[in-house]
């Protein structure tokens, strides 16, 4: 499996950006998805992720009420809508997919892309 993010770029603190990933390649048809993190001088962070059909998600505490983790009907797209940005939200932000998990373990996902980097600036 391919992934294939975008959207990243740089915002002032309080806008907002929309990340999109695309998978491509699978043998299913279908894939649980999510978004880990990493900032500068930071451990990667787990950030939010949708299930396999989309009905249910998790979220990171940090991120909670800001960010929105969705997925397009039967398609392996997701997207992370990110309001009320901070500082400390620079990272870069990794799209991650799986067959059936999508909680907060690293571990468990098989498959990452390479990463898109958002700056916040103050």
């Known amino acids: 499996v391919q992934l294939q993010a975008s959207g990243g770029g740089a915002v002032q603190a309080g806008g907002s950006l929309r990340l999109s990933c695309v998978a491509s390649?699978?043998?299913?048809?279908?894939?649980?998805m999510g978004w880990f993190r990493q900032g500068p001088g930071k451990e990667r962070e787990f950030v939010a992720a949708?299930?396999?059909?989309?009905?249910?998600?998790s979220y990171a505490d940090s991120v909670k009420g800001r960010f929105t983790v969705s997925k397009d009907s039967g398609k392996n797209t997701v997207h992370l809508q990110m309001n009320s940005l901070k500082p400390e939200d620079t990272a870069v932000y990794y799209c991650?997919?799986?067959?059936?998990?999508?909680?907060?373990?690293?571990?468990?996902?098989?498959?990452w892309g390479q990463g898109t980097l958002v700056t916040v600036s103050s």
């Open positions: 991650v997919a799986n067959l059936l998990y999508y909680g907060g373990d690293s571990s468990k996902y098989r498959y």
């Open positions: 390649g699978g043998t299913y048809g279908n894939y649980a």
């Open positions: 949708i299930s396999r059909n989309g009905d249910s998600t």
